[in-house]
């Protein structure tokens, strides 16, 4: 998304909702003649357990109040078998919008074309599916990524072993955060990558982190692609003792994240907002729902890299391309809570009330 005030003007092909330019409709004006909320969305996450989807749940509920519309929230327990038949449900509901989290992209293609032949939009949060009615929203986690493994091999000296803890092979986020680091690491021919899969799960992440330590005991930096998942890979790190010796970096930007970059803990960690990221993928649900279609099947969210403050004029030093938004953890924190600041917009309402 261009900016907080231009998402339909910047990505969005509405059929006669551009002539739309008046003040924001009031959250009761979206609800039906009988006082129910005029549109349904159903949402499927891979659980409802790990931190980031459950302050994504919050968001979204937030982003429901505001534009007067219903949110059904399930969780796939990890399962790719109850994720379809989630999906499935909602579509035999008749809901007016489905979000899926997906855990695996190819996976969850025949039903997402079951959706678009009931005529039902859908977004893939942090998936992509090539069906015409559904739409990715993404974070540009390949650069981000990147960028985090060139801080790691300036700061280890360009050789050595390094982890990194991914989520699961198939899965968008994952498979783009991965393949970001293996580039970024490939500018230094001495480091070598020791990588397993931690299915978004904190116990599987300890336990992975757990066993790299013990079969490499010289290892210098450790990288997790989920910060509820790298916070429990790091106490398998203080057990070992090694906190003083092994670099940590992380991405999220999640509020506990955050403190461990203040405390120096990690280096850094990548903000994304899990609260900014519930809002945004409700509010794409009802401008779907509402009969707006965006130009673009792939939308990105904006991502800040939060450091120490201290450390800062060090990473400038590394000069690592392209620029982008670095802030501190207090800086991450106050965006943490003003999400709704960035991103809502009254457009949204003007669409839902012509509807």
Known sequence: MKSKAGFFKAC??????????????S???????????????????????????????????????????????????????????LTENFIEQGVDCILVNPIDNDAMKPTIEKAAAAGIPTVT???????????????????????????????IGGAGKVALLYGNKGN?????????FHRGIAKFPGIT???????WDPAEGMKAAQDIIAANPDLKALHCVSDAVTIAAYQ?????????????????????????????????TLLTGAKKTGYWNVQMGVALAAGARPEEHILNLDTHLVINEKNIPEFEKMGIEPKRS???????????EKYRDDIYDPDIMAVIERS
């Open 27 to 85: 959250a009761e004006a979206a609800s039906g003649p009988d006082g129910k909320p005029r549109y349904v969305l159903g949402v499927v996450l891979i659980d409802m357990t790990n931190q980031f989807f459950v302050d994504m749940i919050e968001g979204g509920n937030r982003a429901a109040e505001d534009y007067g519309v219903q949110v059904i929230w399930k969780s796939a327990d990890n399962s790719q078998e109850n994720q379809i038949s």
């Open 125 to 155: 949060m942090a998936g992509q599916v090539d069906v015409d009615t559904n739409y990715a929203t993404v974070y540009n986690d390949l650069d981000n990524t990147r960028q985090i493994a060139e801080i790691i091999g300036n700061k």
């Open 326 to 336: 670095v802030i501190t953890p207090q800086e991450a924190l106050g965006r943490v």
């Open 12 to 25: 969005i092909m509405v059929l006669a909702l551009l002539v739309v330019c008046g003040a924001a409709v």
């Open 193 to 199: 990558v020791v990588e397993q899969p931690m299915n």
């Open 172 to 180: 968008l986020v994952s498979d783009l955060r991965q393949e970001g």
């Open 236 to 268: 398998a790190i203080v057990v070992a003792g090694k906190q003083d010796q092994i670099l940590v970096t992380s991405y999220d930007g999640n509020p506990d994240s955050c403190a461990m970059v203040e405390a120096g803990s990690f280096y850094c």
